[in-house]
Nanobody
Framework: QVQLVESGGGLVQAGGSLRLSCAAS????????MGWFRQAPGKEREFVAT????????LYADSVKGRFTISRDNAKNTVYLQMNNLKPEDTAVYYC??????????????WGQGTQVTVSS
């Protein structure tokens, strides 16, 4: 079992930045890849970014490439999502997930409760 708790969401103006954190507990954090997903109202959950177990590999959705950065600190059992140059279309509930490296929701077995990010224009 892995428990995931996200934090760092909030309200920000377009062009601003936020840093999301996801603290993990349970099985060995360094043995699992981590991902961030998001779900906007009325839309399906979508992939945002993923990072491998060691942190050496990352993958991003085209919509966030160059603006968002995923990272992890295995000593702190925490994964981060640094979001810069935010746009109103980034508004969504952001979820942290643990599982296999990749962009498919089905690769992830454990999910956090989500944190709301709202970007005003």
């Amino acid at each position: 079992q892995v428990q995931l708790v996200e934090s760092g969401g909030g309200l920000v103006q377009a062009g601003g930045s936020l840093r999301l954190s996801c603290a993990a507990s349970g099985r060995t954090f360094s043995s699992t890849s981590m991902g961030w997903f998001r779900q906007a109202p009325g839309k399906e959950r979508e992939f945002v970014a993923t990072i491998s177990r060691s942190g050496s590999s990352t993958l991003y959705a085209d919509s966030v490439k160059g603006r968002f950065t995923i990272s992890r600190d295995n000593a702190k059992n925490t994964v981060y999502l640094q979001m810069n140059n935010l746009k109103p279309e980034d508004t969504a509930v952001y979820y942290c997930a643990a599982g296999l490296y990749g962009s498919l929701i089905a690769k992830y077995d454990y999910w956090g409760q989500g944190t709301q990010v709202t970007v005003s224009s």
